[in-house]
T-cell receptor
Framework: GENVEQHPSTLSVQEGDSAVIKCTYS??????FPWYKQELGKGPQLIID?????GEKKDQRIAVTLNKTAKHFSLHITETQPEDSAVYFC????????????FGTGTQLKVEL | IAGITQAPTSQILAAGRRMTLRCTQD?????MYWYRQDLGLGLRLIHY???????GKGEVPDGYSVSRANTDDFPLTLASAVPSQTSVYFC?????????????FGPGTRLTVL
């Protein structure tokens, strides 16, 4: 099945700096790569996703890049703010079709004042 | 609009007891999912349902069962709880089952099995 690895597990940045979280996947047929944000005590929420027909997608301060050849994708957050502090998960589709996802192990991002 | 609701919010359970975690969505989504979240392991799919009347096994289905009698409800049952089932459980839904798309998550149920 699909294997998703996520790094780093924890990330601490100063407010205003950029943060980058990276994921690799194993199934070259995967075509959809979402990123979820989980705030303390809440369920994960989709913040951005990318499909395999594009290499980059941006939404205000967040962007996702995809390298299909290397089978990795990254989340970029610019001008970080304290409210960006959360756990971030990447994911990729499980083999066998449908909308089943394999999630990475998560990155705890802390934005320090 | 509530989205997805889960009950209970938290529960402490004795090993060997039966427990049903409830999940209800009001978005008329076709597909629903149950995940468990454990520190260092991320979210792992337990069971899923592509549409009312059908269910399927995820990555970690052992010890759990589900049913999907209607579109809105997707309960998860632990027939005989064990301590390794201590976890935070999330229910999720998506509009369609056949294509990859956004999943909407509930607030979670924190379960402790002693």
């Amino acid at each position: 099945g699909e294997n998703v690895e996520q790094h780093p597990s924890t990330l601490s940045v100063q407010e205003g700096d950029s943060a980058v979280i990276k994921c690799t996947y194993s199934d070259s047929a995967s075509n959809y790569f979402p990123w979820y944000k989980q705030e303390l005590g809440k369920g994960p929420q989709l913040i951005i996703d990318i499909r395999s027909n594009v290499g980059e997608k941006k939404d205000q301060r967040i962007a996702v890049t995809l390298n299909k050849t290397a089978k990795h994708f990254s989340l970029h957050i610019t001008e970080t703010q304290p409210e960006d502090s959360a756990v971030y998960f990447c994911a990729a589709p499980q083999q066998g079709g449908g909308n089943k996802l394999t999630f990475g192990t998560g990155t705890q991002l802390k934005v320090e004042l | 609009i509530a989205g997805i609701t889960q009950a209970p919010t938290s529960q402490i359970l004795a090993a060997g007891r039966r427990m049903t975690l409830r999940c209800t969505q009001d978005m008329r989504h076709n597909a629903m999912y149950w995940y468990r979240q454990d520190l260092g392991l991320g979210l792992r799919l337990i069971h899923y349902s592509n549409t009312a009347g059908t269910t399927g096994k995820g990555e970690v289905p052992d010890g759990y069962s589900v049913s999907r009698a209607n579109t809105d409800d997707f309960p998860l049952t632990l027939a005989s709880a064990v301590p390794s089932q201590t976890s935070v459980y999330f229910c999720a839904s998506s509009v369609l089952a056949g294509t990859v798309d956004e999943q909407f998550f509930g607030p979670g149920t924190r379960l402790t099995v002693l």
